[in-house]
Nanobody
Framework: QVQLTESGGGSVQPGGSLRLSCLAS????????VGWFRQAPGKEREGVSC????????YYADSVKGRFTISKDNRKNTVYLQMNNLKPEDTAVYYC???????????WGQGTQVTVSS
């Protein structure tokens, strides 16, 4: 059973940075594409970024291109999301999940809150 555990959320001011981590358990990241999704209050969950295990390519939502960077460390079985120049509209619960581009393929973590406010 796939298990994903997020960490690294918090509160920052606009323009600040955070790095989210997603530890994968019971499966190897070499074989699964894992990425990040977010859900803001009153909105549907949306795909933010995905790291393809097959091609090594990355997907980013238009709203985060140039500000967020996804990476992974296979030795640590961990996926990261570096978020720079954060904006209030980035405020959401961020979830790690298996992915195909901006679409979920079924497995989720428990989520971590990111709040961007002055």
């Amino acid at each position: 059973q796939v298990q994903l555990t997020e960490s690294g959320g918090g509160s920052v001011q606009p323009g600040g940075s955070l790095r989210l981590s997603c530890l994968a358990s019971r499966f190897a990241l070499d074989y699964y594409s894992v990425g990040w999704f977010r859900q803001a209050p009153g909105k549907e969950r949306e795909g933010v970024s995905c790291f393809s295990s097959n091609t090594g390519s990355t997907y980013y939502a238009d709203s985060v291109k140039g500000r967020f960077t996804i990476s992974k460390d296979n030795r640590k079985n961990t996926v990261y999301l570096q978020m720079n120049n954060l904006k209030p509209e980035d405020t959401a619960v961020y979830y790690c999940g298996t992915c195909h581009g901006g679409t979920s393929t079924g497995a989720w973590g428990q989520g971590t809150q990111v709040t961007v406010s002055s």
